[in-house]
Every structure is written in C-alpha cells, then in structure tokens.
C-alpha cells in the first residue's frame, strides 16, 4: 500500500511530529511505501490565488475551482500544486497529521486542501461522495490536542469530536470520494507527563496497525439520490 502523509506541525520536536516519525517507522516496516509531506518543512504557500495558474481560462474574472480544472489540464497549474497532485494520484491511503487548532486544522494544511484537492482530478460535477474524483482510497485523520477526552462526547462541554470535524470528515475527504477511516485523538498532550505519552504512542501504534482492515465510516451514497440530488423515495 501506499500511504501520504501530510504533516502539518510547526515544531519538529513536537508530540505530533513523533507520531509522524513513528508512523513513518511503523508503516513502512509494515511493508508500505511512505511518501511524507511536512508542509512547515515545505514552507508550503497556504494561499489560493491567481498566482497558482500559469495559463487561465478566464484572465478577467477569477473562479478558482474552474481555473483548477483548466490550468492542470493545460499543463500549466503551480509546480508545488503539481507536485501534490502527483502524490496524491499515488496513494492509496492519505493521513492527515496535526495539532486541532480552533475545532479545526491549521491553516496551513487548510491551505493544502484548498490548493491541492482540484477539481477535475477530485471532484466535479456529479462527481462527489462515492462517486467522487479519489474513490477507491483511503484517509484518516491523526491529530493532537489539548482537552481531555472527557470534554468531547454527547453532552461535554465541547461536544462530539465526529461533528466538529464534520467539515473534514465529510465537507473534504468523503465529498472527494476517500473512505473516511476512524481517526487517532491523541487527548491533553500538551499536559502530559513522558509516561503518559508514551502510552499514547504505544496506542496511536495500535491505530496504525489496524488502519489496513479498518471499517470506514458511513456517509451518503450518490444512489440515493435522483439525478437532482433530491432523495429517493
């Protein structure tokens, strides 16, 4: 199997970035072929411009999604774009690594996903969902944060952790056709004493290895909906 990682941590000495190194070890002995993207190691551009096409299909009004669409077709999109998409198109499974920042991703792995999901290669048109441009792959999410898990769930103070990232979830990964695979929290990190963060390793190992067999969470199926995406009766 190939596996893309996408790390997005500022500081290499960070807890997340141990779980990148040891999914890189553990993987790869596993017999996988890892390919790793560290976009603070990149200095990835997380901003969507004009600046990303070489040739444009409209040079007087700007709609990114359509540019996307045209410029890599032409040949012409953003080299560090290119580059991405080249990664992706290779990997069966995309993990997306990273601190949760405001109930969300950082920006600059925001900025990887505006830039680098395009349409034509991932979604457009009709299809989206199972249908969608990067069926018969995978993802899952890996990240940190600073909460105990205590305060995720029904009725804590922060609510359930699969609706927050409903907008990953669902909004990014199954929108572009991936199996969403159950993702890895690894809880109150910051606070942790060594012991204990070694104990969320060891069980962040364990998600790893079970990452291949794993059942991947249920969304919606484009075949059941009409062809104007209202639901079957």
Known sequence: MNVLIVHAHPEPQ??????????????????????????????????ASAADFGT??????LVYALEQRFSYEAGSIAADIAGEVEKLKRADLIILNFPLYWFSVPAILKGWIDRVLISGVCYGG????????????????????????????????HGELELM???LLRGTLAYTGLEVLPFFAGY??????????????????????????????????????????????
């Open 14 to 47: 960070s807890f997340t970035a141990s779980m990148l190194k040891t999914a890189v070890a553990d993987l790869t002995a596993a017999g996988h072929a890892v390919e790793v993207s560290d976009l603070y190691a990149m200095d990835w551009n997380p901003v």
């Open 56 to 61: 444009r299909k409209n040079p007087d009004y």
């Open 126 to 157: 009709m299809r989206f969902y199972d249908q969608g441009g990067l069926k018969g792959k995978k993802a899952a999410l890996s990240f940190t944060l600073g909460g105990r898990e205590h305060m995720f769930g029904p009725g804590a103070i």
């Open 165 to 167: 990232l409903r907008p």
């Open 188 to 233: 109150h990190i910051p606070y942790l004493k060594p012991e204990a963060r070694e104990q969320v390793l060891q069980d962040y190992r364990g998600w790893l290895a079970a990452l291949p067999e794993a059942a991947p969470l249920d969304f919606v199926k484009m075949g059941d909906f009409d062809e104007r995406l209202y639901p079957k009766a």
